[in-house]
């Protein structure tokens, strides 16, 4: 407990008498402080007993002394003590009804106790104060080290909770609460999402306060983790600020859960390593092997169904390394800066809230990473990375924008999913997933299906560069024939090929004799030096024609 003005009173040695604020006494002191200068307001911090003869003062004034309290009470000063016997042999009227007035505490200090054996008692009491804060923090660091240890990050909250009279809670990087202390906690904790979000947009480690006296409580807030973003967050909810000894168990669990924290990222990179042999196993049609290898780690999701994704960042996007976890903003918010990292937070944190299993594996280094995952299907993994994707589609029709005002388009990411199969044919839906990616990045999609392959058209494949390049080759000469007026040959053989060969109909269409249409039918064999009756042929100039259809509009 801090020292107090009534505390001084009662000191038995100090023999101080109290003339005005007998209801106030209760009030902290931080220090003693002499100075008889007639004001002293700029030399005040505030919670100190300023202690005075009226050597330069007229305290007899009833004017003057109501201007040079209401000063000291507007500068933060808890008491005033006045010394008798020295300037004055009692205390002046007009300095008590001043006091009185303010409601300022005013002690009579007699001429036998001297200001300096005042100032030892507020230094002793004040440093006996903060030996008593400092060895109850040591306590608690210890109490909360032990419930650390034998209970994890629950046992720890409970302590904590119990040290600072309030609660706590801790968040994943998310921001959903994962523990909470005591237990109805978590309704209050969960209510501080939308600040823990805010918090998390802070380099670590950084801190902040919501609440206050008109709510109900005030509630810290503190962000866990070494690096550049935090991991973690940590929420202490107490009905007033924490004093030294409170403080002292707040710091004491930052350091554990951050601790807690690190420890986690590294069994997570361990994971990640063992997550990569059992995906390798699998591709390699081991899927016994992998199983084994896994243990209990992944639940059921190598025996169920389950949709390979494969997703790469654009080269221009930040990537992640191999053995990272950084978080990212949810995926609703479509963050810029790492896709691939924000992408992995988004997938494991649905897992976990589902309580599925999930395996995520970054695959490759430099330029040519990805990450592959390995869910549920029908899953909560696979809807949040659906959601992600489609968050970011959306986030593209700003992309125009960004670029007109010099900005880039960080955010670009492309999936591939497989369809649904079992662990047997793993390597097969890792092809899929790749046939989607290659597809995804060629119609400049964000997110591709392996099933929707099927249910769309070959044609705007046709679009890819290599293809459009076959097809001016291979029409080219066709196209200078017609260019010299001699015959429309393009238009001849289009209508040919759509017609199966069927002269009659295709020469109708063209409007000219069947003769004529003949006649030019050779004339392309001729120029291309290809025979018709080949199916292959037929089927290569089709898919030329709507190659050049499809540039051309």
């Not at 706590?168 to 994962?178: E, I, N, Q, R």
Request: charged residues 25%.
């Amino acid at each position: 407990m801090p020292l107090t003005l009534a505390a001084l009173v009662h000191h038995s040695a100090l023999k101080l008498a109290v003339r005005a604020g007998e209801d106030r006494l209760d009030v902290p002191v931080r220090w003693a402080h002499v100075s008889e200068l007639a004001d002293p307001v700029p030399y005040m911090e505030g919670g100190e007993l300023l202690l005075i003869t009226a050597l330069k003062l007229d305290a007899e004034d009833p004017e003057a002394m109501r201007r040079y309290v209401k000063r000291l009470v507007g500068a933060g000063v808890v008491g005033l003590g006045f010394a008798v016997g020295v300037n004055y042999e009692e205390t002046p009227k007009a300095l008590v009804d001043a006091a009185e007035e303010e409601g300022l505490p005013l002690l009579e200090v007699p001429r036998r106790t001297p200001f300096l054996a005042i100032s030892k008692a507020v230094s002793a009491a004040n440093a006996a104060d903060q030996y008593r804060a400092v060895t109850a923090g040591f306590a608690a660091q210890r109490e909360l080290t032990k419930q650390a240890i034998a209970e994890g990050p629950e046992g720890l909250l409970a302590a904590l909770a119990s040290q600072v009279d309030g609660w706590a809670a801790l968040y994943d990087a998310s921001g959903t609460v994962v523990a909470a202390a005591p237990e109805w906690a978590g309704r209050r904790a969960a209510r501080l999402t939308a600040d823990v979000e805010r918090l998390r947009e802070r380099p670590a480690p950084a801190s902040s306060v919501v609440g206050g006296p008109e709510n109900e409580d005030r509630v810290e807030l503190h962000s866990l983790g070494t690096g550049r973003r935090p991991r973690a967050a940590l929420a202490v909810g107490t009905a007033a600020a924490p004093g030294t000894a409170e403080r002292y168990a707040v710091h004491s669990a930052i350091a554990l859960l951050t601790l807690t924290t690190e420890r986690s990222r590294s069994l997570h990179a361990a994971e990640q390593r063992l997550g990569a042999a059992v995906l390798r196993m699998l591709l390699a049609g081991e899927p016994d092997h992998a199983r084994a290898v896994a243990g209990g780690l992944y639940g059921g999701l190598l025996d169920a169904p389950f949709r390979m994704i494969v997703a790469e960042a654009a080269p221009s996007a930040p990537r992640m390394s191999v053995d990272s976890h950084a978080p990212a903003a949810v995926a609703a918010n479509a963050p810029h800066g790492d896709p691939l990292a924000a992408l992995t937070e988004a997938v494991e944190s649905a897992a976990a809230r589902a309580g599925e299993a999930v395996l995520v594996v970054p695959e490759g280094d430099g330029d040519g990473l990805r990450l592959v995952v390995l869910a549920a299907d029908g899953g909560a993994a696979l809807a949040a990375c659906a959601q992600y994707a489609a968050a970011l589609e959306a986030a593209r029709t700003g992309t125009a924008v960004r670029e007109q005002s010099g900005g880039t388009d960080d955010d670009e990411l492309v999936v591939g999913v497989s369809a649904p199969v079992g662990p047997v044919a793993a390597a097969a839906a890792y092809k899929q997933a790749e046939q989607a990616l290659s597809v995804a990045r060629r119609r400049g999609r964000t997110y591709v299906e392996h099933e929707q392959l099927a249910a769309g058209s070959v044609v705007p494949l046709l679009a890819d560069d290599a293809v459009k390049a076959f097809a001016d080759g291979l029409l080219r000469p066709l196209y200078e024939h017609d260019a010299t007026g001699r015959g429309d040959l393009v238009a001849s053989l289009r209508a040919w090929l759509s017609r199966h060969g069927q002269w009659d109909a295709a020469a109708a269409d063209l409007g000219v004799h069947r003769h004529t249409l003949r006649y030019r039918m050779r004339r392309v064999e001729e120029i291309l030096g290809r025979s018709l009756d080949d199916p292959d042929v037929r089927m290569e100039l089709w898919l030329a024609l709507k190659a050049v259809a499809a540039e051309h509009g």
